[in-house]
């Protein structure tokens, strides 16, 4: 079902039908129920984020090793012989992205848009990696993190962030509407 709105006053004589407007209403109430959810969700998140990357790994201090060299621990994933190590190493750090690539356009409405989302997710997975190097025994920088972590983000931007963003903050109209008088 569709709401009629008033023709605007832009609108011509002959053009005075009353437009419509398309997918559902959005009550402010619905949106900052949404907003809060998803402010709540993204601290849960940086929760476990945390507790995941910046727990130290005493056993493998000594096989740590920093990488700058993007493709070299993807490689060595999948080289190595167990193919569950490979899929929990890969399948784990792309997934860790998605909550970003979700939760961002729902939290925070001007982090809308697949570079905005794709580069807060680099600007803040450089950051837990650069702390686990610097700060957390056993643990290393490794860019191949960064890059899957982004393409986590990427696919859940892709397959429901951007939806979520849209029907919490609809997208604004700029240059669509001509004032009255100019054409």
Do not use: C
């Amino acid at each position: 079902m569709r709401r009629r709105l008033p023709p605007r006053d832009a609108d011509t004589a002959a053009d005075a039908t009353p437009r419509e407007e398309t997918g559902p209403p959005r009550s402010p109430v619905v949106r900052a129920l949404a907003m809060v959810v998803a402010l709540a969700a993204t601290v849960l998140f940086a929760v476990v984020l945390a507790r995941l990357t910046l727990t130290p790994s005493y056993a493998s201090e000594s096989l740590t090793h920093v990488n700058l060299r993007p493709g070299d621990s993807i490689r060595a994933y999948l080289d190595q012989p167990a193919f569950r190590d490979t899929v929990k190493q890969l399948g784990g750090n792309i997934a860790l992205g998605v909550p970003f690539g979700v939760l961002l356009p729902v939290a925070w409405p001007r982090a809308r848009g697949l570079l905005r989302v794709v580069a807060l997710t680099a600007v803040a997975m450089i950051a837990v990696e650069l702390t686990q190097g610097v700060v957390v025994p056993g643990r290393a920088f490794d860019i191949d993190d960064v890059i899957l972590n982004t393409t986590g983000a990427l696919l859940g931007y892709l397959l429901l962030g951007r939806r979520l963003g849209r029907a919490v903050h609809p997208p604004r109209r700029r240059w669509q509407r001509r004032r009255a008088g100019t054409a």
